[in-house]
């Protein structure tokens, strides 16, 4: 049952050879044997899961569906959930129980998905490694070959991804303000994409960089990813960045195929002292491509090595004004104080873990008087320069294909001497959300030590059906079958 | 440029964040990387490019500025740490 794509298991229950019961029961089990081992959720909700199964079940006796009737699904601790925790993976918000639903969880539930719990991430999304959750670090259910070193499923949505790969949800939604969706899916060997900016409704989802944050799902493959977010996409008046455009028909688009396609390979994307695994992946992706009727061509994007020093500006001055409402006033955690300052000083010191409080203070820098010209001004100066290489690139070609990370899944406690070298695994992903293009994900190979790898397609804006196609296509080729070692088996 | 303890408490005052002295120096260091990092973009001529502002190309949308949700009182302030009826509460400002 756990080798059922989401498709699939779509098929079954609506063929009535499965019951949401069945499907939901079975992976409420494999949460409660393999959770202790991943920490991929930090709240359950077996309870409400079997409400939304039973539900499911009898609207499939009417003959009734939606998209997702009986899917049981993971949703990343930032989504607001009405009357279920939510915390971002912060002390601060650790007492938070939200009366109201985010738009793309109140859209999932429209279409019949079943709830298993709330999944684990880095603090407020800032992170590649989930090593920065208040609620401990998430363990990626792959090991390399004959080692039990315990490896970071990525991040920021380490715990939507760790979940998916070891089959304790069938899919799982995500949210990528600088690779955050990307880079975990490739970490654990799963699919992942980042919409396009203005795709999936921004409401409701706790706010870490409001001009880069974009929700996106995660699953084992493309077409289930398309089937998420076909649901979780569309115009949504309570988000004045959402985008009033129709929600095309994704999973259809997976079958296009890539036959007269123009694939661009940026040349700036070939770093020094990148794994040779990768960039040979990278290679045998542009041969299936070739093989499959896509024509490669050589690009530039010649202000890629700028993107994440503009990102570690953009990032962290949206973050300090959208995290200066944590002020133990009105939601969240207090710590006392003599005076109202002292308890805002005592409360933010508490609650914050300490990349927060890094960004913030980075953030607060930047935007602050007589320095704004000189970083905010200049960095939103060098984004329009990282838009035009795109813009520029796409009158050449209808997608790009590059790795999706400079390494495969490293160990818990690396990289963690000095925050730059964290940084530098969003070195591949960070243009995309600079520029508001849609980012797929999808797991393409192994490293030497059996440690999967992905390739990501860009497109152009709200273009993803280009993005699916030629995801789908490499995913055809790559006939990946390998599997992580924790994983929910029968 | 490279930011002082003094500068790192000026900054966490702005920020409302508690630092101890062995955070300031924690912290001098990580930003002065940061800011160190960040410096390569001196290099990028910007001349006459317009700043991009949002993640989108489109111009935002306006609409009717009118009370769109009923009275939400009780679910707004559900979530409180600390209220006296219909009131957010916090220590006394004026003495």
Known sequence: MFELSLAEARAALRARKLSARELTTAYLGAVEQLNPQLNAYITTTPELALTHADAADASLARGEHGALTGIPLAIKDLFATKGVRTTAAS?????????????????????????????????????????????????????????????????????SAAAVAARIALGATATDTGGSIRQPAAFCGIAGIKPTYGRCSRWGVVAFASSLDQAGPVARTVEDCAILLGSMAGFDAKDSTSADIAVPDFAAACARGVKGLRIGVPKEYRMDGMAPEIDALWQQGLAWLRDAGATIVDVSLPHTKYGLATYYIVAPA????????????????????????????????????????????????????????????????????????????????????????????????????????MYLNDIFTVPVNMAGLPGLSVPAGLDAAGLPLGLQIIGRPFDEETVFAVGAAIERAAGFTARPSIRAEG | MSLDPAAIRRIARLARIRVDDAQVQQMQGELNTILGWIDQLNEVDVTGIEPLTGGATMAMRLREDAVTVPDLTEAVLSNAPDRDGPFYTVPKVVE
């Open chain 1, 91 to 159: 002390k601060i918000l650790a007492p938070f129980i939200p009366p109201y639903e985010s738009t793309v969880t109140a859209n999932l539930l429209r279409d019949g998905a079943v709830f298993l719990g709330k999944a684990n991430l880095d603090e407020f999304a800032m992170g590649s490694s989930n090593m920065t959750s208040a609620f401990g670090a998430v363990t990626n259910p792959w090991k390399r070959a004959g080692s039990n070193t315990p490896l970071v499923p990525g991040g920021s949505s380490g715990g």
């Open chain 1, 318 to 421: 949206e973050a300090s004004s959208n995290l200066a409402r944590y002020d133990g006033v009105r939601y969240g955690a207090r710590s006392p104080g003599r005076d109202l300052i002292e308890m805002y000083e005592n409360t933010r010191a508490d609650g914050f873990g300490a990349e927060v409080k890094r960004r913030i203070m980075i953030g607060t820098y930047v935007l602050s008087a007589g320095y704004y010209d000189a970083y905010y001004l200049k960095a939103q100066k060098v984004r329009a320069l990282i838009l035009r290489d795109f813009t520029e690139a796409f009158e050449k070609v209808d997608a790009l294909l590059t790795p999706t990370a400079p390494s495969a899944a490293f160990g818990q406690g690396e990289k963690m001497d000095d925050p730059v070298t």
